[in-house]
């Protein structure tokens, strides 16, 4: 079985603490964020065999990009294979309510 690594962008960096600041901060709830977090980690991890299991995104052209979506709690992670240097590069993820299409235009594909 091939194994993967992972690489999450910047961007996806940023929105991950964006999200964390959101729960603990506004919503006031650091345990939630803490157990969001773990949880969108955990799952990112499981990426490093068979990550394409995951569907493809339905908005394109990001679909015809080779973009995958992957629920995650209340967040989409949007990542893509490259299969000639085995990774799994990680490039968004989105609250579930936001405008997917709109959000995935402002997608840095590093």
Do not use: C
């Amino acid at each position: 079985m091939k194994t993967y690594k992972i690489k999450i962008t910047r961007q996806a960096r940023e929105q991950l603490k964006a999200i964390r600041k959101y729960i603990s901060e506004i919503l006031m709830a650091p345990e939630a964020a803490k157990n969001t977090m773990e949880s969108i980690k955990r799952e990112i991890k499981t990426l490093d065999k068979m990550p394409e299991r995951i569907k493809l995104t339905d908005e394109e052209p990001w679909r015809s990009n080779g973009i995958h979506q992957m629920h995650v709690r209340n967040y989409y992670v949007y990542f893509f294979i490259d299969e000639d240097n085995k990774r799994v590069q990680v490039t968004a993820v989105i609250f579930v309510s936001r405008d997917q299409a709109k959000q995935l235009s402002l997608m840095k594909m590093e």
